[in-house]
């Protein structure tokens, strides 16, 4: 990571990632630090500022792996190559709104090989101290992102593998709250924190179940309109017992809601099956820039499957780096 104020009107950021040997870029961005009247501009590759956990990095999050809800919708979070605008309210409660459009390559997305917009998201905030002991934000995202022959694969009815291709438009409104708890203020001694968003996604368009007849399977190569609407959320809270010392408990669920395959429905099987999952986790951080964290999950996120995970898990940052977010 590297970080840095480039003159007096913009400042830029770097992230590397190092991932099965490979190298990946997941932020290059620059933004801008003088325009006055709460306006920002940024411009690069970043984070998508929609929901709430969606731009913190791995280190940063509670728990040792990212909730269902957003492996379900970005596969880890949304990122996007673009431009942000983003406006601060000048107001004693805290308020504010933001616009992105950019090439909306990433999942639920395609690179569709050809210039315009892609995607674009809006999203606002609010948040303000209730108290000298508690505070909290709210806020309302959304994100439309356009996709091209989406590689997918599902189970057919003859349980074989299917892959799927999708084409048209994807829609996801995410809704999140936070609040937070600590004694006069002194988080460093005892302090609480309660998160939860709530997504709801809609696709529309067309879906090609490719031909595999020849491994016994029943898709022939079909491709009709195709229609859904899934939700889901997670509730966790956070509490930092004692100094240095935390526990924590997550709850997420999925709802698989109403899906229309078309056509192919003859091919392929619905499901009303809801995955879920409960986790715990105890983690003991000797400083600002290290953490000992050990999770217990119950994962029922696959129909028949449930799974008893444990993660023990160190983190570590070496350098100068920002402060926390709200």
């Known amino acids: ?63 040792a792996d990212n909730n269902l809800m957003y492996r379900a919708l970005f596969g880890e979070a949304y990122g996007n190559d673009g431009v942000q605008l983003k406006w601060v309210a000048p107001t004693e409660l805290f308020m504010e709104l933001g616009f992105e459009a950019g090439r909306g390559a990433n999942f639920p997305g395609t690179d569709r090989n050809q210039n315009g917009i892609g ?14 002991s508690n505070s909290w934000r709210g806020g309302l995202s959304y994100l439309a992102a356009k996709a091209s022959e989406r590689e997918g694969e599902l189970e057919d009815i003859f349980d074989e593998p299917a892959e799927t291709l999708f084409s048209g438009k994807s829609k996801t409104w995410v809704a999140d709250f936070v609040w937070k708890w600590a004694p006069h203020g002194n988080a460093s001694e005892r302090n609480f924190k309660f998160a939860t968003e709530y997504f709801r996604r809609s696709e529309r368009g067309s879906l090609e179940c490719a031909d595999n007849t020849a491994e016994g399977g029943a898709c022939n190569g079909t491709e009709d309109a195709y229609r859904s609407r899934q939700s889901g959320f997670y509730a966790q809270g956070v509490y930092q017992f004692m100094p240095r010392w935390r526990s924590g408990y997550r709850y997420d669920r999925l709802d698989p809601g109403t899906v229309d395959f078309g056509a192919n429905s003859a091919n392929l099987p619905l499901t009303d099956y809801s995955p879920t999952r409960h986790s ?11 953490r000992l964290r050990l999770q217990y999950s119950r994962d029922r996120s696959m129909e028949s499957v449930s799974e008893n995970q444990w993660f023990v898990q160190y983190v570590h940052s070496l350098g100068a780096h920002g402060a926390h977010k709200f």
Request: aromatic residues 14%.
């Open 1 to 63: 990571v590297m970080a840095a104020s480039i003159d007096p009107y913009f400042r830029g950021y770097f992230n590397l990632a190092l991932v099965d040997e490979e190298v990946e870029i997941e932020e290059a961005w620059f933004q801008t630090t003088s325009l006055g009247n709460g306006l920002s501009i940024k411009g690069g590759r970043f984070l998508s500022d929609l929901g709430y956990q969606n731009t913190q990095h791995p280190h940063a999050w509670d728990f």
């Open 119 to 132: 995607s674009h998201a809006l999203f606002g905030h609010l948040g303000g101290d209730v108290d000298v």
């Open 280 to 290: 715990l986790m105890l983690d003991y951080a000797p400083s600002e820039f290290s």
